[in-house]
């Protein structure tokens, strides 16, 4: 979510997952810019416009790996040890250990 600020002249960003928040400021198409290079990424929920932080976006993408390798069972070897690389490449930019859960 993003919201005007008490001072009007920034924006509050919240993530919609686990609330972290930042503040902003500048112009509406800067600001947008900047937090998808911080690694802050949206996603369109029906008609609602979700905001994630980068630890909840990569949480939200090992997830729907997993999930992906749970529902296709994946019968080509290489893509599973591909899709396992890449979840432990996201846990460990995370800062989540091997043994501890990613959500």
């Known amino acids: 979510m993003i919201i005007n600020s008490e001072d009007g002249r920034s924006k509050d960003v919240f993530c919609d997952e686990c609330g972290f928040s930042e503040n902003r400021s500048g112009a509406w198409d800067r600001m947008i810019l900047q937090l998808k ?19 909840c976006y990569r949480g939200y993408k090992i997830r729907e790996l997993f999930e992906k390798l749970e529902t296709k069972k994946e019968k080509n070897k290489r893509s599973i040890l591909c899709m396992y690389k890449k979840i432990k490449g996201w846990m460990s930019e995370a800062g989540i250990k091997e043994e501890e859960e990613a959500w």
């Open 37 to 55: 290079y911080d690694g802050w990424r949206t996603a369109k929920v029906g008609d609602i416009w979700e905001n994630y932080c980068p630890k």
